[in-house]
């Protein structure tokens, strides 16, 4: 199977950014979730932004709860369960602040869309949570510098990578060629490959700069910028920016894929 045969393309927005040196800085203060040039992001803070969701579910569920015994009903509901993480908090806030650092560098503002309303409704979040307003931000820039990132020239490396990828993942028969897979890649999949191999490249750049450092506990992570899917259903990552200076396979990622059908 070539690219041509996967069903769709997931462009999943920048959750995450670990630098592997310096990780003892971190170890020194287990307050300190993270740090960068421009500062740092506190245990205290993220559990700030996840306490809000945890304390508003709770309230729904309790207030659902009162309702019900109010009509008759006996039975106990169950404890509300998390949409997210610390570590999605964490990769959102570090994700918004290296996308901030590469939309200044270029000049541009986050784009006018999606709404937090509308990534509220697509994620079933509340667009009170500032966790909801952050994630919504990280589309937003993500969608200005696409266009404001110069699309990368495909390197034969690049593309072996990728096809390597599909191979391994499944989504590529193993007895088919590279030569094939190449000569064959639709305009439409190159376009995306170009926009994101330039993303990784520009966000690696930034990370540098930034010396971004993370607390250990938080683990290993890295970010699927690209990923297609196969006729078996499963997402194959393609464009990866790897935060832990492997390809760990039980990385973290949290999950804001954006789907974008090709023909």
């Known amino acids: 199977m070539t690219m041509q045969r996967a ?19 971190c170890q020194q203060s287990p307050d300190v979730a993270a740090y960068t040039a421009g500062g740092k992001i506190t245990e205290d803070r993220i559990q700030v932004i996840y306490d809000q969701v ?6 729904a569920r309790a207030q659902a709860q009162r309702q019900g015994e109010a009509s008759g009903a006996t039975e106990e509901l169950p404890p509300p369960v998390m949409p997210i993480k610390q570590q999605d908090v964490l990769n959102t806030l570090l994700s918004v602040d290296i996308l901030r650092k590469s939309a200044q560098a270029h000049g541009v503002s986050p784009a006018g869309s999606p709404t937090v309303e ?7 979040y509340s667009p009170e949570w500032e966790f909801t307003q952050l994630y919504a931000e990280t589309y937003r820039l993500r969608t200005a510098l696409q266009s404001a990132v ?39 999949n190159k376009s995306l490959l170009e926009s994101y191999v330039a993303m990784r490249t520009e966000l690696e750049r930034v990370v540098a700069d930034q010396k971004v450092k993370i607390n250990p506990r ?9 990923s297609a899917q196969g006729a078996d ?25 954006a789907v974008t059908t090709v023909a």
């Open 54 to 59: 945890r304390d508003q579910l709770t309230e």
């Open 233 to 257: 259903g499963k997402d194959v990552p393609l464009v990866v920016l790897s935060l832990s200076g492997d390809d760990a396979e039980d990385a973290y990622v949290t999950d804001v894929s």
């Open 7 to 25: 069903r769709r393309l997931a462009s999943t927005a920048v959750v995450a950014v670990l630098a592997v040196a310096g990780l003892t800085a």
């Open 218 to 226: 938080y683990g290993a992570q890295q970010v699927t910028l690209l």
């Open 118 to 124: 509308q990534v509220a409704q697509a994620r079933n």
């Open 150 to 188: 110069k699309p990368a020239q495909l390197t034969e490396a690049d593309l072996r990578d990728v096809f390597g990828r599909l191979v391994k993942g499944g989504a590529a028969d193993p007895n088919s060629k590279f030569e094939e897979f190449q000569s064959t890649l639709s305009p439409e």
